[in-house]
Every structure is written in structure tokens, then in C-alpha cells.
């Protein structure tokens, strides 16, 4: 694709200008606190003035339909700090006639698509993503419990101490900085899911409480939606002696710690908010996991936890947890579940469970990439969603090989052949491309707690949302090839099926540009 | 990543200085044939002096290998218009160095990496793909037997006739050319999958004699060695009325005419070479595959056919040929089961089948993007190998999605997994991504007839590598992220399961530079 070209260095100088450059000084976590006065700066740095975006338009507005409005244009106020649609007009045939079809002033700028091959997408919503397992993508080691033990851990820790593994072999003049090892980290992590479409993550960040505020001060800074969650690992028999919280009493006050830096960075939780996040059962303890819950239904919190992902982890939590019935059972008992909850993987739910999760409202995130690499098996994504349970999609980085929502995308339709196919040819059970996109969009808002605000481009929703631009019709091979015969729905699955960060040639959130390749 | 860029315009430069543009006139089968005179001298147009490559070099020389050679010198020698690795020489410290490490002038041309996160990597070998669905990428609809009907009988009959579905609805002031269609499809198909790092296809073409033998021009022009199979579909019932062979007789003549173009434009059959195709058996006649099994004996050319892709497809065959056994002992019956035979799928193969194809020595193209896509289910490649059989990869394009060889190492990775889990958790059953590499290049040798000749760096093999170069360890993001602490074998598994084809700097089939994004 020759009319864009990437063009990542934007955002990044806007980090080292807010942090300095890290070469030569001592980078600390208390460094990452002081800055955060500049970044609220930097995170209201968009257009105030209202914006016209003019285009086609596509979008998932329920799991069957995929809806392509070829002239459409999008009033976006951004008066408050927060981009709104305010108001949508269609069938607008020329973009010099989208204000009067909006009723603003002819004055008002508008955004108008980089080809005659782009087009507007809802961003992605990324349910469940590790940022400090981002340097480990396609690294695996056999299943879940193994993995965790071979490469999770070690880097995890290796963001906040020298007692990491991944520090066991270290030679150099100088002492390394797991604090700049953590910035560089989640700088990239932040770049990369935003450089692929991805407006909103749902991130597990680690243990340690400086590395977890330096997280949501950087998503804030580059405008990306997060939820900030510290994961509790309290669980002195299961955890590393190197990764754990020294005490239930120490889990607890700092999640504290994280809950009011993140509270007092964004007071309206709009674009970064804190999320209770219990790792996983065999994580934590019973007393974590009350107390937990117990700050979620104080704070009005939401929660996020792993679920029946790996069998034999199953098998580990019906053990260290034999008084309660089930997986889902023990985060209940908790008061963990709740309408606010992101339970990830959930391939091994049984009936039992999804009854619960279904009827404590809670949401589930079909993380496809990685249940496949870890060999984790297919999650029973249609009998979920008939239950009546809210599913979105997660990229597990870097239980997931990729940082692309849209790979994921793919694979739900891909293992859900395959489960159809296993399933004695139950074609009931395949999710269909426009469902998939469903569920990385709008269902990924119900996930997340922002159903009716967030995947889609209709009235009163925040504005986040991706430019995609393919190949021209010219004879040029490109990442999506594009002979010029093929209609808009032909093209949508040409973009899904060939798509990558190259596609993506602008984001925004909330009407702020937070990525663009366009030069 | 922005050491590289793209660069696709050199190739179809070439193309169009050869052929000349198609606008305003009348481009005919017969022009194509007219223009092979100036094909063969574009086919040799490499250096004919010896090549020096330098650098790190990384191949799976068997398939629980991967070796990683970081100063590695390569002679090629490219004086018989083949380019032969001629000497190898490892532990050379410099580039300076590599002439007398290899007993050459060290006037000789060298080509060194181009960033230092540059590795050569033998070229993808892609053992089944469909040159005329090119421009069906991410297009399905069903299962097998209703997409042939919906997507690729439609498409593959437009690159020949207007009797086509494709243009029943077309509208212009001048018909259509179906010829110029095919010369854009495959121009883009070739480029596509070089630029993917592909270097050898066994290609399926479409019925059409001048269509096919343009896919062989085409191929030959660019340097991409190619097997070209023109499809037999002599079955008046089974196939479309548009879409068929006129009769059996019809049949074996074009068959003969493609046979007869192609060697004469490739004597030596090392670039390009026909391959005998009866489509799939439902497609055919008995009496077509009889004499086509005939042809591959007197003529002693590969076959390549469909097998055991779906279930219903394999009822099918054995309601259609009821005195068979099995849908392989279909093929045996017609000779079309021998050492240089391309079998496509070979999902549902039984017990029975794999000791018939393994008797044989048959080889079996692995092809999960297209079984995952198109719901078929999942091959027993580790049981078709215990038994023997040679097993590369094929993308299937358009049955899989991507052009891309590397998708296909990583979803036989995926899909592995999933069915040693769905095994009850049989780890053997995994197809690590060490071993699907070399199902990717060794393993496609072997399955093409090119072993020992194809796949790797070692003495006497020709010299198909790909340069692949992945982000610098600078902050930034690229489509492989290095953070520079990764030793080289964590790398080529980020490569893998990051990298597209702007990865992929440069491309050489037998020492000729075929692609290059390269500024």
C-alpha cells in the first residue's frame, strides 16, 4: 500500500518531551508521579471545537448486520474533553455539504478520508490484554501453568525488581532500571494496539504500584481508553517467591495505592479508570479475594479475572478451593462477580457456570489467539452469548500472539469453524465475520461497562474510531489487494481477512487523532 | 518498521515494459505467446557472476532444528543460469573476510544484510495454491462443495470467458477483456506471494490453455519457480455448464498444449514445469484421469490433485466412483498416485489411505488457513509424518485467505494444538514451530520433488532465500517489535508470529533478486 506509510514517531516524541530522555539519569517511579500534572495537559490536548468527520462508515450496529454508509457525516463536540457524537446526517453526497446536513457552520473543520479506499471503523475494544507481557509475543512454552512459570512471570517481575529471572544473567557496567524497562514496555504497548485500531484496553498491568500508575499516566498522556488493573497475587504457596505481594494486608492497600492514583488522573474514569483485578484464583486467597470484591461494591469497581481457561488449571482451583462448587462459584463467593465483571477465556465453562456468570450479569472475553496457542481449547462462544451472556473479544497478549484485535477477529470465526465442524457440522455454532467484528466492537463495549457509548458511530456515543485504508484499485500489490470490481461488503472481508497495522491509517478517541500514519 | 519500505513497482515495471500496457487495445492469448521470445531473456536476467552472501542465516535443516548461523558466507554460482550455493563458509567474522573464507576474488559481489536485525531464510515453498483465486482472499461462503458453486467456479471461468457469472451484470460501453483480467490476476498473484517470501509455487490454473500458459510466462518473467497445472474438469454433471471442459478428448489436449508451451519456454524444467492436474475427483472422468495418469508416466511429470478435504466432498467421491475403496485408491486406480504427487488437504484420510499415499510415496500439502476457513476440520499431520509421508504447506488461496506462507506455519502451529488438546491433551500431535518451518521449506521441497535441491543453505542447493528484517531495537514500533535484550532464536519466534510481508526485504530464486522493498 503506497498512499500511507507508517508513521509512529508522534506519539513517542510526545513521551520523551513529557519524561526526558531516559539515557544518563536515574528514572524512578516517584519521576513518573511528578510528571502527571503534564499530562493531564497532554491528555486534553485535542480540539476543542466541534469536528466534522465525512465518509464512508461502517459498522456492526447488532451481531448480523454489517452497515456501510457511504456518505455519511459525523458531528463530533469535543467541548467537554470528551468527544461526543453529537449529531449523524446520511446520504450527504458532497463533504462541503456535511455542515449545513449538521446544521453547524460551514466553517467547522472536517476530516475527510485519506483515499478513495478508507474508511471509518468503531476502534477495537480489547478486553483482555497483559501491557507487561507485550515484549513476550510468540514466545510459548507448552500450557498455561508452564508458560506462566517460563516467560510470564519472569517478565512481569523484571518491570519492577532485580530479583526477576530475566536479571539472573546480567552483565554490564551499570545496574539495569526495571522502572525504564517498564516505561519502555508500556510505551510500546500503548503505540502498538493504538497503531492497530485498538481504542480501549482492558490491561492487566503487574504487582508493583509505581510500574501500574506509570501504565495509566502513559495511556492517559496518548489518549487511549484503559482500564488499569494491579493484578493481586497474594497467594504465598502458588506465586514465585521473586512475583508476589508479601501479604494479603500489602495486596490490598496497594490496590489502594493504584485505585486513587488512577481516580485522581482522570476523575471521570472516561479514559483511564482502575479495574479490581484478582489474577486468578490460584493467584490469590480467600481474604484477597473478599476484600477485593468488597472494594468493588464500595468503589463501584469493576473486576477482571481469568476463568476456566486450561484444564489443568481448572483442576488446580477445584483443589485449593474445595468448598465451592465451581471456578465461577469461588469468584462469586467473593462477590467478584458482579455486572461489572470481565471474565476472561472461559473454554471450560460448564452450564452450571454459565448460568451464573448469565445471571450475575457479568461479561466474558473470548480471547481466540491465545486459547489456540496455549492449546487451551475453543471457548463455547455461541452457547454463551444464547445464555445471554455479553461477550467481546481480547487479544491475551501474550497468551495471544499478536497486539491486532482483528487477528482475533479472525480466529473467533476460524475456531468456530472448527468447533462447528467438531460438533457434528453444527453450523449454528460458526460466528460469522459481521459477528466477530460485533463483538470487538459493540460487544466489547458491553464488556467493558460501556454499552451505548462505545462501538459504534451513533448519536451520543463517544467518537472513538479507525481509519481503514486499503490498496487502490491500481496494479499494485498491497496488504489488502483491491482489483476495483469487488463492493463494499467484498472489500470489508478483504480488510478483515489481509488487514494489518498498515490499514490502520488514523485513530481517534474520544475525537482526539492518537495515531495516524498518513503523511 | 522503517527501514524498509515498499517496493512492488520494479516487477510490474518489468511486466508492462514486456507486454506492453493494456489500455486501448486488444490484448489476445496470442499476443502472450508472441511475446515468450523476450520472456526468456527476462527469465535470465540475473548476474551471471558469482554472489557473495553474508550475514546471519537461518534455516530448519531438519525438523526439530532451527539453525541459527550468525557469520555465515555463501557462494552462489549463477554461470549456468541456475544459481547453485557453490561453497558455504561459517564463523566469518567479517563481510571483508567472506571471499577468502569461500576461495573466491575478493572482487567478487557481496550482498550484505541490510539492518542488523536482518536474516536470510530459505524462500517459502507453497506446495497448493490457486493462481486464479487470487482475488478471492477472504471471500467463503459455506463449506467447500457451496463455495466452488458462489465464489471460485465464477471467478477462475472470468479469467477466460464472458460466459462467466462474474460479468452477468456488467455494464460498459466495450465488453470486457477476460484475457487482461487473467494478466492482472496473475501479475498480482506472483508478486503477492514473492513479496511474501514465497519462491516456489505448485500452482493450480484454471482450464483455459492461454490463460495457463500466461500464469508460466508470467512466473518465468518474474523469476518465481512455478509448477503450472491447467485443471481437468471433464465431468459434464459435476461441473458448471460455463465452467467445464467440452469433453475428455477436449480435455487431454489442452492438458498436452499446456505441457507443450511450458517446457518449451523451461527446457530444463528447474524455473517452471507443468504438473498434471485432475482438479478433484468429482471434476473428473474416469477415462480423463486415466490417460491423464498415462501422461504423467510417459512424460514422468508431478500430479497434483484434491483428497479427503471435506465430508461431504469425500461422499461425494465414493457415490461417484462406487467401485473404489477409498477416494486415494480413486486416484491409484488411474496411476495418479506416485513419488511426485502434490496431495491437497488430506483432512478426513483414513488408516487405509495414509498407508496407500505413504506406499506410494506420495506427499501431502498441508493447507490449515483453508481447513480452519472453510470449516473442513483438522489434518492428522503428525500421524500422515509417523507414517512417512512428505508434508509441506499450501495457503489454498482462496480457500485460505492469506498469501502468506508464514500464516500458514503459524495456524499449523494453532490448529495442533487445538487437536493435541482435543486428544485428549497428546502433546506428540503438537507440530512445533520449528517443525512447521521446515514443513514450510524442507518439507515443501520434498513434497514439490525439488529435496535436497530446495529449502535450506547447504552445498549444492539453489539459492531460494528470503532476507527478512525485523524493528530496530529502538523505541519504536514495527510490525515485528525488538526490544534488543531477545536472544536470536526468541527473535525468528517473534518473526513468526508477528511478520507480514513487510518483513520481508528482499527475495532471491536462484541468486536472482526476484523482490525487494529495499530503498
Chains 1, 2 share one sequence.
Not at 468456530?416 to 466492537?441: D, M
Request: charged fraction near 15%; aromatic fraction near 8%; charge should be negative.
Amino acid at each position: 500500500m503506497k498512499a500511507v506509510t507508517r508513521l509512529p514517531a508522534l506519539l513517542l516524541l510526545m513521551g520523551s518531551t513529557v519524561y526526558g530522555h531516559p539515557q544518563g539519569r536515574d528514572y524512578s517511579p516517584q519521576h513518573a508521579h511528578e510528571a502527571r500534572g503534564s499530562l493531564a495537559v497532554a491528555a486534553t490536548n485535542g480540539s476543542s471545537n466541534p469536528l466534522i468527520f465525512y465518509g464512508r462508515f461502517i459498522s456492526t450496529p447488532d451481531p448480523s448486520t454489517l452497515s456501510i454508509q457511504p456518505n455519511m457525516a459525523i458531528l463530533v463536540t469535543t467541548n467537554d474533553g470528551r468527544g461526543v457524537i453529537a449529531a449523524t446526517a446520511q446520504n450527504v453526497s458532497r463533504p462541503e455539504d456535511a455542515a449545513a446536513a449538521l446544521g453547524v457552520s460551514t466553517s467547522t473543520q472536517i476530516i475527510t478520508p485519506t483515499t478513495d479506499n478508507s474508511f471509518f471503523f468503531p476502534g477495537f475494544i480489547d478486553t483482555h490484554i497483559h501491557a507487561p507481557q507485550y515484549p513476550n509475543l510468540g514466545l510459548f512454552a507448552g500450557t498455561l501453568l508452564d508458560w506462566l512459570q517460563k516467560y510470564t512471570f519472569p517478565m512481569e517481575s523484571s518491570l519492577s525488581t532485580l530479583k526477576s529471572p530475566q536479571y539472573a544473567n546480567w552483565t554490564g557496567s551499570s545496574p539495569p532500571n526495571p522502572y525504564e524497562r517498564a516505561r519502555r514496555v508500556y510505551n510500546r504497548v500503548i503505540d502498538s494496539t493504538l497503531s492497530f485500531g485498538t481504542t480501549t484496553c482492558a490491561y492487566y498491568a503487574t504487582i508493583d504500584v509505581p510500574a501500574t500508575n506509570l501504565l495509566a499516566d502513559l495511556a492517559y498522556q496518548k489518549g487511549q481508553r484503559a482500564l488499569i488493573g494491579r493484578t493481586c497475587m497474594d497467594n504465598q504457596q502458588y506465586n514465585p517467591d521473586y512475583y508476589r505481594d508479601e501479604s494479603t494486608e500489602a495486596a490490598i492497600n496497594a490496590t489502594w495505592a493504584v485505585i486513587n492514583h488512577v481516580q485522581a488522573l482522570d476523575p471521570s474514569g472516561d479514559l483511564v479508570a482502575p479495574i479490581i483485578t484478582p489474577r486468578f484464583a490460584p493467584a490469590c486467597t480467600n481474604e484477597s479475594m473478599s476484600a477485593l470484591g468488597k472494594i468493588a461494591a464500595e468503589k463501584n469497581l469493576p473486576t477482571q479475572m481469568h476463568i476456566d481457561e486450561n484444564v489443568r488449571e481448572v483442576a488446580l482451583v477445584a483443589q485449593m478451593y474445595p468448598e465451592q462448587d465451581s471456578y465461577a462459584a469461588t469468584y462469586d463467593a467473593h462477590g467478584l462477580l458482579t455486572n461489572r465483571t470481565i471474565l476472561a477465556h472461559a473454554v471450560h465453562v460448564t452450564d452450571a457456570e454459565i448460568a451464573l456468570i448469565a445471571a450475575r450479569g457479568s461479561g466474558v472475553s473470548h480471547c481466540p489467539d491465545s486459547n489456540s496457542a496455549l492449546g487451551s481449547g475453543i471457548a463455547p462462544v455461541r452457547k454463551m452469548r444464547d445464555a445471554g451472556i455479553a461477550v467481546g473479544l481480547g487479544t491475551d497478549a501474550a497468551g495471544g500472539f499478536s497486539p491486532s484485535l482483528l487477528d482475533n477477529v479472525r480466529q473467533a470465526f476460524l475456531v468456530s469453524q472448527l468447533l462447528s465442524f467438531q460438533e457434528g457440522q453444527n453450523s449454528s455454532l460458526i460466528i460469522p465475520v459481521a459477528e466477530a467484528l460485533y463483538l470487538g466492537t459493540m460487544g466489547g463495549a458491553k464488556v467493558v461497562g460501556m454499552e451505548g457509548r462505545l462501538g459504534g458511530f451513533q448519536k451520543g456515543m463517544l467518537f472513538d474510531a479507525q481509519e481503514i485504508t486499503l490498496g487502490s484499485d491500481a496494479d499494485e500489490v498491497g496488504d489488502v489487494d483491491i482489483f476495483g470490481w469487488e463492493n463494499w461488503s467484498d472489500r470489508v472481508m478483504k480488510w478483515v481477512w489481509g488487514g494489518n497495522a498498515d490499514n490502520v491509517s488514523r485513530v481517534w478517541v474520544g475525537g482526539r487523532l492518537v495515531s495516524s500514519k498518513v503523511v
